[in-house]
């Protein structure tokens, strides 16, 4: 079928408005948060699953290459459709279809904003748990397919713990339930699947989302240090003493100069490094946890020490945090952030080998962690128009990556592997752990859904296969 039949099928199901076939309207499309830039040949936007399974239909007899697109904020190149192909935005799927506060469910849709899931269920004093920091704009779709971590997922889980059934799309467009509105589901967990499958094996069109009861206190620290080191063993103190604060974030003196020069929350300009931590929970237990938290404080040499006396200014502090990779822009062009997860004890050692490699390369990294969970994010800044620059900025991520592994850690806390790191992944994976998984595609029938992602191809540096024009892995155009 040529691209025009195509685009005129999509018509007849969705509506002209809504496919999308200029280059110039595409270029909208040809990006995500990474660094990585493809043009899809069609941008279609469904209203509902029906129309999701007639699209799919026609893509898979005609073997279309398939890219699902929620907001477009990902980190590892999951929403780019790097060989061309169809990219389905959820834009319009923005229904809450059912909220049962006495279960404490919802039934969403999946292009829902994920801030807006927890302003909707406030009313019940209920929230969603996991808060990308990108949370005021990408889509509980995008979250369940990169299995998305935040702020506060050290104590509560990231997206697959609250995530407890899903209608899916599967390539041939048929619709199935994984999972549902009780806990425990028998057969196999295909639900645990799907999640964090980078949009490979099916669309998820419908989720079950569990929701939380807003805690009863919450207590804020912001701690100033006079040397990252210092910060880093200050982690690994709270967590050893039995304390699982909902949130230990780290952020060093460049963070901290970037957010302070724009969105000024009021860090301390003279510090090496700071963490946020909060706790919450039942009053007593919080007030006990404070003090205890506090102690573990007391034994270093800190800047200073604050406790957010109001929610005004407990929010203050973690707009800092959470508006951190916006005000990179004040220092550089672009970043490219890194995403690996080290075992806590690692950072002072890990945090020191990244410092030598910015000072190697050139080119200033400033470090921005989920502490708690060992997850960091450097981003290396850079300009994109430099390509020597850009060149070592992705050669530096790698070699970060292969420390992460090295130390006991993994190649991603969170962003996923797309395009990013899939060549990378041998570093952890075997032949047959990755044909094992690889597999599923397989049982799934979906190599059309994202393909070319998540596993190597062999090629050394994804970047340079884009820009030469290498459009697949077989090395023959697959769309049209
Ligand atoms: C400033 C900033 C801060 C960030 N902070 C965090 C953070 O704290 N924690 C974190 O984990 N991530 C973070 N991210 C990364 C990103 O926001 C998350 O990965 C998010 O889940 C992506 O959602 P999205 O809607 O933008 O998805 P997209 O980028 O559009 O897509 C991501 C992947 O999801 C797939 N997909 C989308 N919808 C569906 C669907 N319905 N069914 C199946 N597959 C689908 C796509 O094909 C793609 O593979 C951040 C990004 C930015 C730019």
């Given amino acids: 079928m040529s691209l025009n039949e195509i685009i005129y099928k999509f018509e007849n199901i969705v509506g002209s408005s809504y496919v999308i076939h200029a280059t110039e309207d595409l270029i909208a499309y040809e990006y995500d948060g990474s660094i990585d830039r493809s043009l899809p040949n069609i941008v279609v936007i469904p209203k509902n699953t029906k129309q999701i399974s007639e699209i799919l239909k026609i893509c898979y007899t005609n073997q ?39 279960n404490h469910l919802a039934i969403v849709e999946p292009g829902v904003i994920n801030s807006e899931l927890s302003e909707k269920v406030s009313e019940y004093n209920l929230y969603y748990a996991p808060d990308p920091s990108s949370q005021q704009v990408c889509t509980l779709g995008g979250n ?3 299995n998305s971590g935040g702020l506060h997922c050290l104590k509560y889980g990231v997206t697959t713990n609250h995530i407890i059934g899903m209608e899916i799309a599967l390539s041939n467009g048929d619709l199935v339930w994984v999972g549902d509105k009780t806990r425990e589901s028998p057969g196999y967990d295909l639900r645990g699947i799907v999640i964090g499958s980078e ?8 989720l079950v989302v569990r929701l939380l009861k807003k805690p009863e206190t919450v207590k804020t620290f912001l701690a ?5 080191s ?21 952020m060093d003196k460049l963070a901290i100069s970037a957010v302070e020069s724009s969105i000024n929350p009021g860090y301390p300009h003279n510090a090496e490094a700071i963490l946020l931590v909060e706790i919450d929970g039942l009053h007593e237990a919080v007030i006990e946890e404070s003090k205890d938290i506090t102690q573990i404080f007391k034994q270093y040499d800190l800047l200073e020490l604050r406790e957010a006396q109001d929610e005004k200014e407990r929010i203050n502090l973690w707009k800092g945090r959470k508006g951190v990779l ?5 220092l550089a062009p672009n970043y490219y952030l890194v995403d690996g997860t080290i075992p806590r004890t690692k950072l002072v050692e890990v945090l020191e080998k990244i410092n030598q490699i910015s000072k190697k390369i050139k080119l200033p990294i400033a470090n921005v962690l989920h502490a708690g969970d060992g997850n960091l994010h450097p981003a290396i800044l850079f300009n994109e128009r430099n390509t020597s620059e850009r060149d070592k900025a992705l050669e530096a991520g790698a070699e970060i990556l292969k420390i992460c592994v090295e130390v006991g850690g ?12 899939q060549e990378y992944m041998p570093l952890m994976f075997n032949q047959s752990d ?16 994202n393909p070319n992602k998540i596993f190597p191809t062999g090629k050394k540096n994804i970047t340079e296969i884009n820009q030469s024009g290498i459009i697949s892995q077989s090395g023959s155009e697959i769309f049209i």
């Fill in 230 to 250: 210092d910060a880093s063993e200050v982690v690994s103190q709270i967590i050893s003493s039995g304390i699982i604060p909902s949130a230990i974030e780290m």
């Fill in 410 to 421: 993994v190649l991603s806390g969170e962003h996923g592997i797309g395009l990013e790191k």
């Fill in 199 to 206: 949009g490979t094996l099916a669309l998820a069109t419908k």
């Fill in 224 to 228: 100033a240090f006079k040397s990252i």
């Fill in 64 to 102: 279309v290459p398939v890219i699902a697109r929620g907001a477009g904020t990902g980190l590892s190149g999951g929403a780019i459709a790097q060989n061309g192909g169809v990219s389905i935005g959820f834009s319009r799927m923005t229904e809450i279809i059912e909220i049962d506060p006495e």
């Fill in 144 to 146: 369940i397919a990169e």
């Fill in 434 to 449: 990755l044909k094992s998984m690889s597999n599923l595609i397989y049982a799934f029938d979906s190599p059309n859904f």
């Fill in 326 to 330: 916006g005000a990179l822009g004040h």
